[in-house]
């Protein structure tokens, strides 16, 4: 294991982290070991973000301390203290929610154990407690949602009456992507007068979540044309509970979803989503990457995007064959 002095020396410069300190502090055998706190397995994409990290720490040579925090921020909150008495050489974790990270924080800084963000980002005033993020621009996927729907208003109001009812499924209250989607989504369809969002909850990022918040909007709203999932997973929970209500998902009630994994891909290419926004899992290499280069004391930038698209049905279809999650 290295021991690295480095957190305690991150600087930002100009858009990077500079490790200023330099890299390692002792002799040693040249392995890192990374801490990862995941947020759980609430989704499809989180069971692909779990394999692409896996597998990279594996390909890189990186001893990987694993952790399913099960979408509770004090397990999660645990498992980074185990890591800092383990002394491990880099920690890195996807934050369940924005806030309250201040203190864990903290304590990794003074053992100097740097911290990566992957996929979720906190809200702290205080950017030194951390080196980097990688992860998607999380307002932007809501703002292509948005755009979408306002560009395909007319076809999305079902039964012509000049309103598009919206019923929104939001991730988990508190996190990074529920609230940055939210606001992304909000923004651009404000463009349209037309088109309100008359309903919106949590359905926590599952399956079971989606179809249980539809059920109930399905009871309480005779007319909803849309509904706007921050995940697939909430999107084909959704699809359920409008097949057991006798409509037709796709057709009757049009739907929007983000990620793009394998079963919401299925689902939109058999024209039962409308319309999904990626959001890449595939995060494990750059986060290899970026650790190699922290704990050695190298410069890496203080935010890394993640590039993605968006998929109609066709496309879809298209890609299906080489999806890989
Ligand atoms: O933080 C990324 C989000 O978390 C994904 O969109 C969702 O599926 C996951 O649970």
Redo the contacts with the bound molecule.
């Keep these: 294991m290295k021991k690295t002095l480095i957190a305690l020396c991150t600087l930002a410069v100009g858009g990077m982290s500079l490790s200023a300190c330099g890299g390692s502090e002792a002799a040693d055998d040249g392995s890192i070991t990374m801490g990862f706190a995941q947020?759980?397995a609430?989704?499809?994409?989180?069971t692909a973000?779990t394999t692409s990290i896996q597998d990279s720490a594996e390909e890189a040579g990186i001893d990987l301390k694993f952790s399913d925090a099960q979408q509770k921020q004090e397990n999660q909150i645990k498992s980074i203290r185990s890591y800092i008495q383990q002394k491990v050489d880099v920690i890195a974790f996807?934050p369940v929610v924005e806030t309250g990270w201040d203190a864990v924080l903290q304590e990794a800084k003074r053992a100097k154990i740097p911290v990566v963000l992957t996929?979720?980002a906190v809200d702290t005033e205080d950017t030194s407690l951390y080196v980097t993020f990688i992860?998607?621009d999380?307002v932007e996927?809501g703002e292509k949602a948005g755009q979408w729907l306002v560009d395909n208003a007319d076809a999305s109001d079902v039964d012509k009456d000049g309103a598009v009812n919206v019923v929104e499924l939001q991730?988990?209250t508190g996190?990074?992507?529920a609230i940055d989607?939210k606001k992304g989504f909000e923004d651009k369809i404000a463009a349209d007068s037309t088109i309100k969002i008359t309903e919106s909850q949590t359905g926590d990022?599952?399956r079971d979540g989606g179809k249980q918040v539809m059920e109930a909007f399905l009871q309480s709203n005779p007319k909803i044309d849309v509904v706007y999932a921050?995940?697939?997973?909430?999107g084909l929970g959704a699809i359920e509970a409008i097949k057991a209500a006798g409509k037709k998902p796709g057709t009757d009630i049009k739907i929007i979803t983000?990620?793009a994994?394998k079963d919401g891909m299925t689902a939109l290419a058999a024209g039962e989503i409308n319309f999904i926004v990626e959001?890449s899992?595939l995060l494990g290499p750059q986060l290899m990457d970026v650790a190699e280069k922290v704990v050695a004391g190298e410069e890496v930038p203080d935010r890394i995007v993640t590039e993605e698209t968006t998929f109609t049905p066709e496309q879809a279809a298209e890609a299906l064959p080489d999806r890989k999650y």
């Excluded at 921050?230 to 909430?234: C, G, I, P, Q, S």
């Design positions: 947020v759980g609430e989704s499809g994409w989180r973000n996807s996929d979720r992860g998607s999380f996927e991730g988990t996190s990074a992507p989607r990022f599952t921050h995940n697939d997973d909430m983000v990620d994994v959001c899992p």
